[in-house]
């Protein structure tokens, strides 16, 4: 079946840097785009951007420039999100999910499990 | 950016009881509006896109309508397992942006 398997969850100190996966199988991979969605502590969703698994090209929304890294190895269907110089604010639990389109930031379809990330010294 | 509110932030209503929730963008989405369903602790799931098609699998007491600026999200027929955050996500261009979302519990 479709699903998105995400990496276990991670405790980093302040200012290390943190790499999220999420495997995707049952679908091809290049067919959906996948986005990265974040959700701190008793908030709401926030999207962070989305890349294309068709191109590699990767959108970033404005308060995820920087340190936020979106990246692909096609030859294991896996997404990648790298996080640089992690903030205590930076704690959370980060989805990824599959967008319905391979060209498009469109909806989210399917979703990983979450890989809850705590940065705290 | 276009931003999205939500209303009510949160509401408590009797099981059978039909609730509304509402979604409005501060620019026209043309109808690329989704809609998620996240109960506590779990992930979101797709329940509605292009504002009122549903899901695969989502049950008929769920619907969606709205145009322009403003759309909304109904359950008739509150279920006990209807308790959850729902938010809604434009999708029209870059950046997705979701509403606040609305809780919904029973009453």
């Known amino acids: 079946q479709v699903q998105l398997v995400q990496s276990a969850s991670e405790l980093k100190r302040p200012g290390a840097s943190v790499t999220v996966s999420c495997k995707a199988s049952g679908y091809t991979f290049a067919s959906h785009g996948l986005n990265w969605v974040r959700q701190a502590p008793g908030q709401g969703l926030e999207w962070m951007g989305w890349i294309s698994t068709k191109t590699g090209n990767p959108t970033y929304a404005q308060a995820f420039t920087g340190r936020f890294v979106f990246s692909l190895d096609t030859s294991v269907s896996t997404a990648y999100l790298q996080i640089s110089s992690l903030k205590a604010e930076d704690t959370a639990v980060y989805f990824c999910?599959?967008?319905?389109?391979?060209?498009?930031?469109?909806?989210?379809?399917?979703w990983g499990e979450g890989t809850p990330v705590t940065v705290s010294s | 950016d276009i931003q999205m509110t939500q209303s009510p932030s949160s509401l408590s209503a009797s099981v059978g009881d039909r609730i509304t929730i509402t979604c409005r963008a501060s620019q026209g989405i043309s109808n690329f509006l989704a809609w998620y369903q996240q109960k506590p602790g779990k992930v979101p799931k797709l329940l509605i896109y292009a504002t009122s098609t549903l899901q695969s699998g989502v049950p008929s007491r769920f619907s969606g309508s709205g145009s322009g600026t403003d759309y909304s999200l109904t359950i008739s027929g509150l279920q006990p397992e209807d308790v959850a955050t729902y938010y809604c996500?434009?999708?029209?261009?870059?950046?997705?942006?979701f509403g606040p979302g609305t809780k919904v519990d029973i009453k």
């Open positions: 996500q434009k999708y029209n261009s870059a950046p997705g942006t």
């Open positions: 999910a599959r967008d319905r389109s391979a060209l498009f930031s469109f909806y989210m379809d399917v």
